[in-house]
């Protein structure tokens, strides 16, 4: 679909030696009168500086750097492009514009000129603005048919297939994990030296988007059998145009080619826009809506970094144009603008087009320590939501207590709060033997086991819990008693009986009219949703819990909950990737938190904070969140929380792009939830491992925590298995 905004379009004809342009807001495209000025130009001039682009950017070295004094010759060279081709009106208007797009409409004869490099004193043009260019033709075109994408987007991805660019290879590997582990609605072929040209033409219009990470030729005596190398022959410009006769193409084409596979040197010819040309007007008459292509040799890491950012702002709903911008700023950020790959792309098509909405079709969180956190963070609510029904019995029951039993368990209390788990549970303990109707002990003791790691006699405590409670027929507290069971129970992947409690709680407190303890089995139960990736009930849901909860917003316990209902409120819109309506619904929460003056939730605030600014790529801000919040669970002596944390810092590290650290802390992470009764925390620290294994070229050490985190779903009933399964499918047929 076409992003909504006032971009702009600058149209440039040619009429013999001078172009006529005119320069407007796309919205006013369909205006009767539209104004344009003149200016003359020189065809020698121009050609000139063309060849002084081109011989500035043939003097990068084997790493694509330009030096300094090189960097400075592109910007002359490119601001005299500026001054010859432009009248006074559109440079005032470029250089004054506040909008972020700009679509050059071009004649044929012009798109030899690098617009793309234009520069105005400040900025390169494609620097400025998300820009993407549409060409005017002298050619007879049929009417253009472009693919109309289904509910589930499909993707090829053709990576070395010549098996002889190893980066290649690991660049269609990286593309394919951002695209399985972010977008569960799409499908995506990975094919390497299998990829042999009459795969091509059977298979090629099956596809939304194609990647191609490879060689190209051009061939200067036929232009039409220049095109992709396979491993049996080129997939050239004829066979794309035959292609196109019957069926349209590929939405978006991305051609990360090198520029020739048999070039003895790695210089750009004079006519190199042309030949990238050819490729795309091809592929663009042939029904391809959007194509993106290099027009020199690409060097391989900048190009897989480039590729990367490019893929993680699609992925995120951005505009097409916008993503190829973002990628070029990327790299100038990571390398200096001397790293020029930033300007071997061209995007022929609309700019604003976008190909993935993330509003309308839910995400996964962003990665397995993603769906870690949320856990973590309701093991502390539960405990936090534990202390004020205690409070609540306690005012109610406290006449009928020994002094001596209440003062025990007050003690208790505080070493658990300073993290003395130990004390804390030793205390409690004593206090059951002397009095086991003292109900209160069994769900704080049942707390401590859950920091410890130790769920099943958490899980006993809590049985023991609802038997006491069902004797003194305290309804409130057997409700309690059910959800807390439920809890566990999820935890260990056990959600048949998960769910069967949280509907049993939930049946009881309307029977009792126990609103809190019905707003917390709502909230649980649709936390329960989210595993199961039902994001539309888990919304619903957490809708009803609040509503309860605001009502009764003057109790304790009630604005506690209600603080949690916004906070899982923002984890839904944040793993629909609507981060605005997310920080909205944290920063309610967090203000509740805050009035309520709950150190505890302290943690859980700083990794929100850090998930957000990793979304983001703000990689410092969450590193240091994340650090924060990691003290605090330290100094609490939670062993579950930790192995969240380190995996989460694992996961943050590999985004970085620090694979030691994040192997580092994947391991710390994996140690910590073997030691415990923690499955799905092991499972997920050993997926995580797998797939940076994956990225490091460790097919063997993938498999292991692969296979290890696959035994463990197939226990499970969450949509983890299958994706599993298909990554091995990949790791098992690589090409």
């Given at each position: 679909m076409l992003k909504d905004n006032d971009s702009l379009v600058l149209e440039i004809a040619k009429e013999d030696t001078a172009l006529k342009m005119s320069i407007f807001q796309q919205k006013d495209l369909a205006l009767t009168i539209r104004h344009y000025s003149r200016l003359s130009f020189s065809h020698q001039e121009i050609n000139k500086l063309?060849?002084?682009?081109?011989?500035?950017?043939?003097?990068?070295?084997?790493?694509?750097?330009?030096?300094?004094?090189?960097?400075?010759?592109?910007?002359?060279?490119?601001?005299?492009?500026?001054?010859?081709?432009?009248?006074?009106?559109?440079?005032?208007?470029?250089?004054?514009?506040?909008?972020?797009?700009?679509?050059?409409?071009?004649?044929?004869?012009?798109?030899?000129?690098?617009?793309?490099?234009?520069?105005?004193?400040?900025?390169?043009?494609?620097?400025?603005?998300?820009?993407?260019?549409?060409?005017?033709?002298?050619?007879?075109?049929?009417?253009?048919?472009?693919?109309?994408?289904?509910?589930?987007?499909?993707?090829?991805?053709?990576?070395?297939?010549?098996?002889?660019?190893?980066?290649?290879?690991?660049?269609?590997?990286?593309?394919?994990?951002?695209?399985?582990?972010?977008?569960?609605?799409?499908?995506?072929?990975?094919?390497?030296?299998?990829?042999?040209?009459?795969?091509?033409?059977?298979?090629?219009?099956?596809y939304d988007i194609v990647h191609f990470a490879g060689h190209c030729e051009y061939d200067t005596v036929n232009m039409s059998k220049s095109g992709w190398v396979l491993n049996d022959g080129r997939f050239t410009i004829e066979d794309i145009f035959a292609l196109g006769e019957t069926l349209p193409l590929p939405g978006l084409i991305f051609s990360n080619a090198c520029y020739s596979a048999k070039a003895t040197d790695n210089f750009m010819d004079i006519d190199y826009q042309t030949k990238a040309y050819s490729l795309a007007s091809a592929f663009l008459f042939s029904g391809v809506r959007h194509y993106i292509g290099t027009i020199r040799r690409i060097e391989d890491l900048l190009s897989e970094s480039f590729a990367k950012e490019f893929y993680a702002r699609l992925l995120s709903g951005s505009a097409v144009g916008e993503c190829l911008r973002q990628a070029r700023l990327k790299l100038i950020k990571e390398h200096g603008l001397g790293a020029i790959s930033w300007a071997s792309y061209l995007l022929y098509g609309d700019t604003n087009f976008i190909m993935l909405q993330p509003l309308h079709k839910p995400l996964k969180l962003k990665s397995a320590a993603a769906k870690a956190a949320y856990k973590k963070i309701y093991l502390r609510s539960l405990f936090a939501l534990s202390v004020f029904a205690l409070g609540i019995w306690l005012y109610r029951w406290l006449p009928t207590i020994n002094p001596s039993t209440h003062f025990l368990f007050r003690q208790s209390e505080r070493f658990l709060q300073n993290g003395d788990n130990l004390k804390a549970a030793s205390v409690l303990e004593n206090i059951i033997k002397k009095d086991h109707n003292f109900l209160a002990a069994y769900p704080l003791l049942a707390e401590i086991c859950q920091r410890q790691g130790r769920r099943q006699e958490a899980l006993k405590y809590y049985f023991d819990y609802a038997m006491m409670s069902e004797k003194k027929v305290d309804k409130k507290s057997l409700a309690s008693a059910y959800i807390n069971i439920g809890w566990v129970y999820q935890l260990t992947g056990e959600y048949p009986k998960a769910n069967e409690f949280y509907h049993k709680a939930i049946s009881l407190a309307k029977e009792n009219k126990d609103m809190l303890n019905q707003a917390v089995a709502l909230r649980k139960l649709a936390v329960w949703n989210i595993d199961k990736d039902n994001l539309d009930a888990s919304l619903e849901l957490l809708t009803k819990s609040a509503e309860i909860n605001r009502s009764r917003e003057r109790f304790p316990g009630h604005r506690y909950n209600l603080a949690c209902d916004?906070?899982?409120?923002?984890?839904?819109?944040?793993?629909?990737?609507?981060?605005?309506?997310?920080?909205?619904?944290?920063?309610?929460?967090?203000?509740?938190?805050?009035?309520?003056?709950?150190?505890?939730?302290?943690?859980?605030?700083?990794?929100?904070?850090?998930?957000?600014?990793?979304?983001?790529?703000?990689?410092?801000?969450?590193?240091?969140?994340?650090?924060?919040?990691?003290?605090?669970?330290?100094?609490?002596?939670?062993?579950?929380?930790?192995?969240?944390?380190?995996?989460?810092?694992?996961?943050?590290?590999?985004?970085?792009?620090?694979?030691?650290?994040?192997?580092?802390?994947?391991?710390?992470?994996?140690?910590?939830?073997?030691?415990?009764?923690?499955?799905?925390?092991?499972?997920?620290?050993?997926?995580?491992?797998?797939?940076?294994?994956?990225?490091?070229?460790?097919?063997?050490?993938?498999?292991?925590?692969?296979?290890?985190?696959?035994?463990?779903?197939?226990?499970?009933?969450?949509?983890?298995?299958?994706?599993?399964?298909?990554?091995f499918l990949g790791l098992n047929n690589p090409a």
């Open positions: 063309c060849e002084e682009i081109t011989a500035v950017l043939n003097k990068a070295d084997k790493r694509g750097i330009l030096d300094s004094e090189s960097v400075v010759s592109l910007k002359k060279s490119g601001q005299l492009l500026w001054d010859h081709l432009l009248t006074k009106a559109i440079k005032d208007k470029l250089k004054s514009s506040v909008d972020s797009s700009l679509s050059i409409l071009l004649d044929e004869e012009l798109i030899n000129i690098p617009w793309e490099l234009l520069y105005d004193g400040n900025e390169f043009l494609c620097l400025k603005f998300n820009l993407g260019r549409l060409v005017r033709t002298r050619e007879q075109v049929s009417p253009t048919q472009y693919r109309s994408s289904g509910s589930r987007l499909k993707m090829l991805i053709l990576a070395n297939p010549t098996d002889d660019l190893k980066s290649a290879y690991q660049e269609g590997l990286q593309i394919r994990n951002q695209f399985e582990r972010k977008r569960k609605e799409m499908s995506i072929d990975f094919k390497g030296m299998r990829a042999d040209t009459i795969y091509i033409k059977k298979n090629l219009r099956d916004y906070f899982d409120i923002g984890l839904v819109f944040a793993n629909r990737e609507d981060f605005p309506a997310a920080r909205e619904f944290y920063r309610k929460s967090q203000d509740i938190f805050e009035r309520l003056k709950l150190k505890d939730e302290l943690s859980d605030c700083y990794f929100n904070r850090g998930e957000m600014f990793l979304f983001e790529k703000e990689y410092l801000k969450a590193l240091a969140c994340y650090q924060k919040g990691l003290e605090i669970d330290k100094l609490q002596g939670n062993h579950p929380s930790l192995a969240s944390d380190y995996q989460m810092l694992g996961e943050l590290y590999s985004e970085m792009g620090n694979i030691l650290e994040a192997e580092k802390y994947l391991r710390q992470s994996i140690v910590i939830a073997a030691q415990i009764e923690a499955p799905l925390e092991l499972a997920s620290a050993s997926y995580s491992l797998g797939l940076l294994y994956q990225q490091k070229g460790y097919p063997n050490k993938a498999r292991e925590y692969l296979r290890q985190a696959q035994e463990i779903y197939s226990r499970v009933d969450t949509p983890d298995y299958k994706k599993i399964k298909q990554i």
